[in-house]
Nanobody
Framework: QVQLVESGGGLVQAGGSLRLSCAASGRIFSDYAMGWFRQAPGKEREFVAAFSRSGSSTYYSDSVKGRFTISRDNAKNTLYLQMNNLKPEDTGVYFC??????????????????WGRGTAVTVSS
């Protein structure tokens, strides 16, 4: 069974940086397209960034493009999200998820096969 465990969240001032990690059990990267999603208080979960299953392609939401970078370490089965120039609107719980496809279909949270429990990010103004 696949398990995903996020870490690295915290409280940061606007303009600051955080690096999130998602440790996966098993060789999930070979079977799943992996990515990051977030959920702000009172809002629906939304797509942030993702890899194709091969790792050759990356995808970002317009709201984070140029500020966030997704990366992964296949040997460690770990997914990362480097977040720079953080804004108060980036506040939320960040989840990593996996979909058993080559490329996520429409980057919809409802398509994910697995989720971690999330790590909270708070950006103060």
């Amino acid at each position: 069974q696949v398990q995903l465990v996020e870490s690295g969240g915290g409280l940061v001032q606007a303009g600051g940086s955080l690096r999130l990690s998602c440790a996966a059990s098993g060789r999930i990267f070979s079977d799943y397209a992996m990515g990051w999603f977030r959920q702000a208080p009172g809002k629906e979960r939304e797509f942030v960034a993702a890899f194709s299953r091969s790792g050759s392609s990356t995808y970002y939401s317009d709201s984070v493009k140029g500020r966030f970078t997704i990366s992964r370490d296949n040997a460690k089965n770990t997914l990362y999200l480097q977040m720079n120039n953080l804004k108060p609107e980036d506040t939320g719980v960040y989840f990593c998820g996996g979909e058993r496809v080559a490329t996520m279909r429409c980057f919809l949270p409802t398509n994910m096969d697995y989720w971690g429990r999330g790590t909270a990010v708070t950006v103060s103004s």
